[in-house]
T-cell receptor
Framework: AQSVTQPDIHITVSEGASLELRCNYS??????LFWYVQSPGQGLQLLLK??????LVQGIKGFEAEFKRSQSSFNLRKPSVHWSDAAEYFC?????????????FGQGTILTVHP | EPEVTQTPSHQVTQMGQEVILRCVPI?????FYWYRQILGQKVEFLVS????????KSEIFDDQFSVERPDGSNFTLKIRSTKLEDSAMYFC???????????FGPGTRLTVT
């Protein structure tokens, strides 16, 4: 069964600082990996996705993530955080193959940005 | 930019009542999903739907739940007899192809009293 772990429940950074949110997954084959962001009272917005190919993927809002198969990780990074990045971030793994695309989510990381 | 829409944004119902949550997926998408998020917990998969039938469902999706695509645009989740523990945010999502990225609606907050 697929699973996702986000070790950090809450992270606080200063505006302008760099950011890395951790995500570890468990899946038997090559996973499809996603990062979503949820602002208070809002739905889930897709930040970026990995299916295959280049292991460093670029997303919206200046975010990027790197797939490391050897570490079963898909960490999200941003070189300089803006106050508007404060939100909850979810890593998700999707099953390929014969699956119809069920996503399994991590428990989320709440990002607080200090001015 | 096309988006997934959901109505209502908030639904309050009494225990034992039936509720129908509505979603309009992105128009050229073929795969549809429902997820829920109980306050403070993970987003959980409920069901996937393709070609007018359920393709996969979780153990949460018991006989109290049903889904339907009544016309070419709507996708609904029905809970027949709501329980207190059904209180959650329910998200609809759609995808163009199997296994591709899913686009989520803003959610319906269901409160069962």
């Amino acid at each position: 069964a697929q699973s996702v772990t986000q070790p950090d429940i809450h992270i606080t950074v200063s505006e302008g600082a760099s950011l890395e949110l951790r995500c570890n997954y468990s899946y038997g084959a090559t996973p499809y990996l996603f990062w979503y962001v949820q602002s208070p009272g809002q739905g889930l917005q897709l930040l970026l996705k990995y299916f295959s190919g280049d292991t460093l993927v670029q997303g919206i809002k200046g975010f990027e993530a790197e797939f490391k198969r050897s570490q079963s990780s898909f960490n999200l990074r941003k070189p300089s955080v803006h106050w508007s990045d404060a939100a909850e971030y979810f890593c998700a793994v999707g099953a390929g193959g014969t699956s119809y695309g069920k996503l399994t989510f991590g428990q989320g990381t709440i990002l607080t940005v200090h001015p | 930019e096309p988006e997934v829409t959901q109505t209502p944004s908030h639904q309050v119902t009494q225990m034992g009542q039936e509720v129908i949550l509505r979603c309009v997926p992105i128009s050229n998408h073929l795969y549809f999903y429902w997820y829920r998020q109980i306050l403070g917990q993970k987003v959980e998969f409920l069901v996937s739907f393709y070609n007018n039938e359920i393709s996969e469902k979780s153990e949460i999706f018991d006989d109290q739940f049903s889904v339907e695509r009544p016309d070419g645009s709507n996708f609904t989740l029905k809970i027949r007899s709501t329980k207190l523990e059904d209180s959650a945010m329910y998200f609809c999502a759609s995808s163009r192809d199997r296994g591709r990225e899913q686009y989520f609606g803003p959610g319906t907050r269901l409160t069962v009293t």
